[in-house]
């Protein structure tokens, strides 16, 4: 994915009309992949800031759940995450590293899915580095993320609840904090449109990324 589209390399602000939809290549559906994940990086209020993250359990089954995006560089096309390394979807990873990523936006009703293989690096050190200070207090929590508890709890340790503690008292977090880096696979992008869908998906392969359309 790259910048070099003309057509559809901004995100629409609302559903496309005919004309647009008319007008929209295989390259313009690349260009608002790339757009959404743009958008999703650099507006932290835009609902492409949180997609859903999907993992396969041990059993079979499938695990969803809301995350941050982190970064993203469309030229070797890998995303990155923050989770606790202790968490579920961290062991269901590292087990499993197939993964799928969820973005949808109201505003133009465009939906981005994403699949990749997932790698975790624990203690990651630019990536801690990166983290703002609100983010790193998060792994300071003392029992592993998911573990039952008789009352209502933060998880975090009393000298830290409610303030952001020093760099320093923090820094003993990072052995918790992995960082995930998603390597891109596939994508598959639906534009909803009263004028009739578009689907397309993309393969990213070494030879470079190759697009089709699809059946919506
Ligand atoms: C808006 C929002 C953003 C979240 N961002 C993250 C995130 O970036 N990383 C993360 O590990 N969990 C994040 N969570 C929490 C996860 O959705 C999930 O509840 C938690 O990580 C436990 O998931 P697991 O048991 O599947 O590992 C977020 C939750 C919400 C509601």
């Known amino acids: 994915m790259d910048e070099r589209h003309g057509s559809g390399s901004e995100l629409p602000a609302a559903p496309l009309e005919d004309a647009e939809l008319r007008a929209l290549t295989l390259d313009g559906m690349v260009a608002l992949a790339a757009a959404m994940l743009r958008r999703g990086l650099e507006n932290p209020s835009s609902p492409l800031r949180k997609p859903a993250l999907a993992t396969v359990k041990a059993s079979g089954a499938p695990a969803v759940r809301t995350v941050?995006?982190?970064?993203?560089?469309?030229?070797?096309?890998?995303?990155?995450?923050?989770?606790?390394?202790?968490?579920?979807?961290?062991?269901?990873?590292?087990?499993?590293?197939?993964?799928?990523l969820l973005f949808y936006d109201p505003a133009c009703d465009i939906q981005l899915r994403l699949s990749g293989r997932a790698e975790i690096r624990v203690g990651d050190e630019a990536a801690w580095a990166s983290a703002a200070p609100p983010s790193r207090r998060a792994y300071l929590v003392t029992a592993p993320p998911g573990t039952p508890s008789a009352e209502p709890v933060s998880?975090?340790?009393?000298?830290v609840a409610g303030i952001i503690p020093s760099l320093e008292r923090m820094e003993e977090g990072r052995a918790n904090f992995a960082y995930v880096e998603i390597s891109l696979t596939e994508a598959d992008?639906?534009?909803?449109?009263?004028?009739?869908?578009?689907?397309?998906?993309?393969?990213?392969?070494?030879?470079?990324?190759?697009?089709?359309?699809?059946?919506p």
């Open 68 to 100: 941050i995006l982190r970064s993203v560089d469309l030229a070797t096309r890998k995303l990155g995450l923050f989770t606790d390394a202790r968490s579920r979807k961290a062991a269901e990873l590292g087990a499993e590293p197939r993964a799928e």
């Open 155 to 159: 998880g975090l340790p009393a000298d």
């Open 189 to 215: 992008i639906v534009v909803l449109s009263r004028a009739g869908h578009r689907r397309a998906r993309i393969r990213f392969q070494a030879d470079g990324e190759h697009a089709e359309w699809l059946v």
